[in-house]
């Protein structure tokens, strides 16, 4: 068992796998049910992934990334590991719960720690109705899509498609549409983090549109609920000088 009590996990890239032997030969493999820590190598994706994949574990996760740093992950460095954890600071993340009724009938649940986004299907525009806590705030948003963000992924898609960075600790979500056509100067809002956003698909059979959280996808849906899980905490080390909020905090002004 490892004296570190961490639980060694890679991609599947060569490099990763590499990084993986080197690690688990010096610190030893813990298994995962005796683990404090989760320590994933590979990239932001990866990482995003492990998150996923081990939610039911519920430790907190130190990620190094093989090549240049990672928005989510730390530097690669094989030796030190003990004490990089032993000041590593912890930020903790509450995902997005995603709720999506489809044309087929059936109803999906999933998570998202970056954002959920609804996008066009085919080449014609979507229609999509948007309600704030159960009022109508958008009657009809054409578009390629939307998308609904944390803070922590404020910084990726949402950045990408105009929508403002929301520096951790700020309670608020980013509300961001893709490429709007009317209203035109809709532009988006920051909501509190307690508001629940239900996006209707008007028009459904003609201008099909898929909801998304992070990397599940469903397709062909009628309606998206979402909501912060208050109840799930997603845990990330970082080191000092390598600090989540500064990145975020950091990404406003490149």
Known sequence: MSPLKAYFIASPS???QHALQAMTARYGQCALADAKVIVALGGDGFMLRTLHKLLPADLP??????GNVGFLMN????TGLS?????????SLAPLCMEVSTEAGSAVKALAINEVSLLRQMNQAAHIRILVNGNIKVEELVCDG???ATPAGSSAYNLSVQGPILPLGTQALALTPISPFRPRRWRGAVLPASARVRFEVLDPYKRPVSATADAQEVRNVLAVDVYEEQAIRLKLMFDPDHSLEDRILNEQFL
């Open 14 to 16: 060569e490099q990763a």
């Open 61 to 66: 996760v130190y990620g190094m990334k093989l």
């Open 75 to 78: 530097r690669y460095r094989e």
């Open 83 to 91: 004490q990089r954890l032993a000041v590593a600071n912890t930020v």
């Open 146 to 148: 939307v998308l609904l």
